[in-house]
């Protein structure tokens, strides 16, 4: 027999579709299996601090459609707290929680892995992530979501950039993977997209924006909030880090618009799409994904197949090692971002 009492948390960034995730987890769980659950609020410091809200089928009537998490989130890292493990070995008890199933991207995730291999406790992995960047999982969901948003953004920008014919330049999120950009870019027409995995020429950019205005047309620059200059480093917000030691990313977008404005003498904007991207409800296709997720989680703590992450290969919901999806990250193909190149200019 499987456990019978599953604690749920939701960590990292907030994402469209985590609560269609708690939503399949506790629906099929107690309907089907019989299950209890306790839902940890704000990622693993709610098993850290024994944080625990209900969780039970009135607690996720409704939520399908919302965006961001019941559950609340934060980028606590367990393993930078003094105790942290014993700790939440205790509260697990103290609740009498037999398992977790912990939905996140690849912090959340590392951790997971870390408590089931290295000490024990049973966890079972869902990937959430924008950023599209886990291996072992064709796609996360709240991807879809937040390319949606930012090609719809891409498509009002060109109207205002013709009328005033100038440059407008968009940031989106990415940090080390360009999938945001890459799509959006390429599904809302841009004419130079940037991404981490590739070093860009600013002189190259410079040519692509002035080939675009001979041809009478006012050109869309898409940048991953990671995309670095050949011969620069990444713009940083500030110096600041959370507690797996990410820096605060932002400002490439207004760094690269004041280059092209100075080199071409075109006017150039930006549009930082930041935290738009993660809100709001999630897309039909993130809403189908990260039910089906939710369904197989419990599937796999029913199977007490722990350190495992549900994963999507092709149309199939498959179980991978958690430890696979986290060990690196998946990032753009060179030949993939080579055939959108025909588009730049």
Not at 10 to 26: E, K, S
Request: with cysteine.
């Amino acid at each position: 027999m499987g456990a019978k009492k599953i604690g749920v948390l939701t960590g990292g960034g907030d994402c469209p579709g985590l609560n269609a995730v708690i939503r399949g987890i506790v629906r099929k769980g107690v309907q089907e299996y019989g299950y209890g659950f306790v839902g940890f609020r704000d990622g693993w410091r709610g098993p850290l601090e024994g944080d625990t809200v209900q969780l039970d089928i009135p607690a996720v009537r409704g939520i399908l459609p919302r965006g961001g998490t019941i559950l609340g989130s934060s980028r606590t890292n367990p393993f930078k707290v003094e105790n942290g493990i014993r700790r939440i070995k205790e509260n697990l008890a103290k609740h009498e929680v037999d398992s977790l199933i912990a939905i996140g991207g690849e912090d959340t995730l590392g951790v997971a892995a870390r408590l089931t291999d290295e000490y024990g406790v049973p966890v079972v992995g869902v990937p959430k992530t924008i950023d599209n960047d886990l291996s072992a999982t064709d796609y996360t969901f709240g991807f879809d979501t937040a390319v949606g948003i930012a090609t719809e953004a891409i498509d009002r920008l060109h109207t205002t950039a013709e009328s005033h014919m100038r440059v407008l330049v968009v940031e989106v999120m990415g940090r080390h993977a360009g999938w945001i950009a890459l799509h959006s870019g390429l599904a809302g027409g841009a004419n130079v997209i940037l991404i981490p995995e590739q070093r860009f020429d600013v002189d190259q950019v410079c040519a692509w924006v002035t080939s675009r205005f001979k041809a009478s047309y006012a050109p869309i620059v898409v940048v991953a909030e990671g995309a670095m200059p050949k011969d620069g480093e990444m713009v940083l917000k500030d110096g600041t880090q959370d507690s797996f030691g990410h820096v605060r990313l932002s400002g490439v977008g207004e760094w690269l618009a004041k280059e092209i404005e100075g080199r071409t003498g075109k006017e150039a904007r930006t549009t930082v799409l930041g935290h738009v991207q993660r809100g709001g409800t999630p897309s039909a296709f993130d809403r189908w994904l990260a039910t089906r997720f939710g369904l197989h989680a419990i599937e796999a703590v029913r199977d007490g197949d722990f350190g495992k992450m549900v994963a999507l290969q092709g149309t199939d919901i498959v179980r991978v090692p958690i430890a696979d999806a986290t060990s690196k990250l998946k990032t753009v193909d060179p030949k993939l971002y080579a055939e959108v190149g025909v588009f730049f200019g």
